[in-house]
């Protein structure tokens, strides 16, 4: 199978570990486990519950504490409707896997996480893509979306809230998706790992499984929930569904650890505690990140409205990728590049970091681009 090189996952393999400040980075800053085990409030108990946890392979499908601790993300879901996988990126892969076949026609909203139009692509289905315009507030045009529906659309692929735009659809856009799908029996899946971070409310959006018998959504540990390292995804969908796509996990998974799914099920009771620490993170330091975009002549965005990513504009006579490297290289900053999200003149800012290095990394940002302004009009006749 050939399948095209991940473009932002390259990008973070080269340079994440050689900077300064990394403003590409996705997550909330992550947390320890001795942070998490004090928000749980169970420092006495945990090492006396992994010391008696047999290192086997555990539930097959998820232990039932952390399927049940999932499903009360939602709605209308129930540990039935639960499947854990290794991260969201296991769980799309999984999905995209049992669902799409040579040949289907595939819709995907891009920009989006790679994984939602290159595997499609890789299968050998036929992928058209609707592309999300800034004068939209990056929202899909569902007029668009409805045009390019046909009767043998399989799945509409997308995620909410949006990496890397920060733009959220509410649950009346999710309902229209829906209601446009059910027109061709398309599935809609939402990869929706960045639910939880909205700048507003409790942090939640509708998700599209509790709104659409044949949406699928995906989420993971690793953002609201700062706990990347434990490698926990899910899928939440019709219980048909995922006794299909069991099929395909018993060729790659069997099983998700035992620890990591403890310590995930630990972190979902208590997520009350991990959520008000990532809003406070996450509002805080958008608003940072507004007073910055505010005084740079250069750069311009729509302002996010969830998620820890930020797509910005920049106003200089460079390939998105040099101007990269060579902030890298010149400042210690690292931000992704747009051309590694076919995005080319964008840049994608990771907000979520903690707030010292945010504020120092984009110092050292204005610093570069004064520089490069300096340059540009130096050059000029």
Same mark, same amino acid.
């Given at each position: 199978m050939k399948i095209a090189t991940f473009g932002v996952e390259m990008w973070m393999n080269e340079f994440e570990n050689h900077c300064r400040y990394n403003l590409?980075?996705?997550?909330?800053d992550s947390i320890t486990l001795g942070e998490l085990i004090d928000m749980a409030g169970v420092d006495n108990s945990v090492l006396g519950e992994l010391r008696g946890m047999r290192m086997g392979y555990g539930a097959i499908e998820g232990s039932d504490r952390l399927r049940?601790?999932?499903? &009360?993300?939602?709605?209308?879901?129930?540990?039935?409707?639960?499947l854990t996988t290794h991260g969201t990126i296991g769980a799309n892969a999984l999905v995209h896997q049992t669902l799409i076949s040579r040949g289907d026609h595939v819709i995907a909203i891009v920009p989006t996480y790679q994984q939602h139009y290159s595997i499609p692509e890789s299968i050998g289905a036929e992928v058209e893509l609707l592309h999300l315009r800034p004068e939209n507030g990056f929202l899909p045009d569902l007029n668009e979306l409805r045009a390019m529906m046909r009767p043998d659309t399989r799945m509409i692929a997308t995620n909410n809230p949006n990496n890397p735009t920060?733009?959220?659809?509410?649950?009346?856009?999710?309902?229209?998706?829906a209601e446009i799908a059910r027109g061709s029996e398309a599935w809609v899946l939402?990869?929706?790992? *960045?639910?939880?971070t909205d700048q507003t409310g409790d942090g939640y959006t509708?998700?599209?499984?509790?709104? *659409?018998?044949? &949406?699928?959504?995906?989420?993971?540990?690793?953002?609201? *929930?700062?706990?990347?390292?434990?490698?926990?995804?899910?899928?939440? &969908?019709?219980?048909?569904?995922?006794e299909k796509i069991m099929i395909?996990?018993? *060729?790659?998974?069997?099983?998700?650890? &035992?620890i990591d799914e403890y310590f995930s099920a630990l972190a979902l009771e208590s997520r009350a505690q991990i959520l008000d620490r990532a809003h406070r993170i996450t509002r805080g330091n958008l608003e940072i990140l507004a007073d910055w975009v505010e005084a740079e002549p250069l750069i311009s965005?729509?302002?996010?409205?969830?998620g820890t990513t930020a797509l910005v504009q920049y106003d200089l006579p460079l390939r998105s990728r040099d101007f990269c490297t060579q902030l890298l290289e010149e400042e210690g900053v690292l931000f992704t590049p747009g051309s590694a999200m076919d995005m080319e003149g964008w840049l994608r800012i990771g907000f979520a970091n903690s707030t010292a290095d945010l504020q120092d990394g984009l110092t050292r940002v204005s610093t570069f681009l004064a520089r490069q302004s300096v340059a540009q009009t130096a050059t000029q006749p």
């Amino acid at each position: 199978m050939k399948i095209a090189t991940f473009g932002v996952e390259m990008w973070m393999n080269e340079f994440e570990n050689h900077c300064r400040y990394n403003l590409a980075e996705t997550c909330v800053d992550s947390i320890t486990l001795g942070e998490l085990i004090d928000m749980a409030g169970v420092d006495n108990s945990v090492l006396g519950e992994l010391r008696g946890m047999r290192m086997g392979y555990g539930a097959i499908e998820g232990s039932d504490r952390l399927r049940d601790a999932v499903a &009360g993300l939602y709605e209308t879901q129930s540990r039935e409707n639960i499947l854990t996988t290794h991260g969201t990126i296991g769980a799309n892969a999984l999905v995209h896997q049992t669902l799409i076949s040579r040949g289907d026609h595939v819709i995907a909203i891009v920009p989006t996480y790679q994984q939602h139009y290159s595997i499609p692509e890789s299968i050998g289905a036929e992928v058209e893509l609707l592309h999300l315009r800034p004068e939209n507030g990056f929202l899909p045009d569902l007029n668009e979306l409805r045009a390019m529906m046909r009767p043998d659309t399989r799945m509409i692929a997308t995620n909410n809230p949006n990496n890397p735009t920060g733009a959220l659809m509410d649950r009346a856009m999710l309902a229209e998706i829906a209601e446009i799908a059910r027109g061709s029996e398309a599935w809609v899946l939402c990869d929706e790992v *960045y639910r939880g971070t909205d700048q507003t409310g409790d942090g939640y959006t509708a998700s599209i499984c509790d709104l *659409y018998d044949r &949406g699928i959504s995906t989420a993971g540990m690793s953002k609201a *929930y700062s706990l990347a390292g434990l490698r926990v995804g899910w899928v939440a &969908g019709p219980q048909a569904l995922l006794e299909k796509i069991m099929i395909h996990r018993d *060729y790659n998974t069997i099983s998700v650890g &035992g620890i990591d799914e403890y310590f995930s099920a630990l972190a979902l009771e208590s997520r009350a505690q991990i959520l008000d620490r990532a809003h406070r993170i996450t509002r805080g330091n958008l608003e940072i990140l507004a007073d910055w975009v505010e005084a740079e002549p250069l750069i311009s965005w729509v302002k996010p409205q969830s998620g820890t990513t930020a797509l910005v504009q920049y106003d200089l006579p460079l390939r998105s990728r040099d101007f990269c490297t060579q902030l890298l290289e010149e400042e210690g900053v690292l931000f992704t590049p747009g051309s590694a999200m076919d995005m080319e003149g964008w840049l994608r800012i990771g907000f979520a970091n903690s707030t010292a290095d945010l504020q120092d990394g984009l110092t050292r940002v204005s610093t570069f681009l004064a520089r490069q302004s300096v340059a540009q009009t130096a050059t000029q006749p």
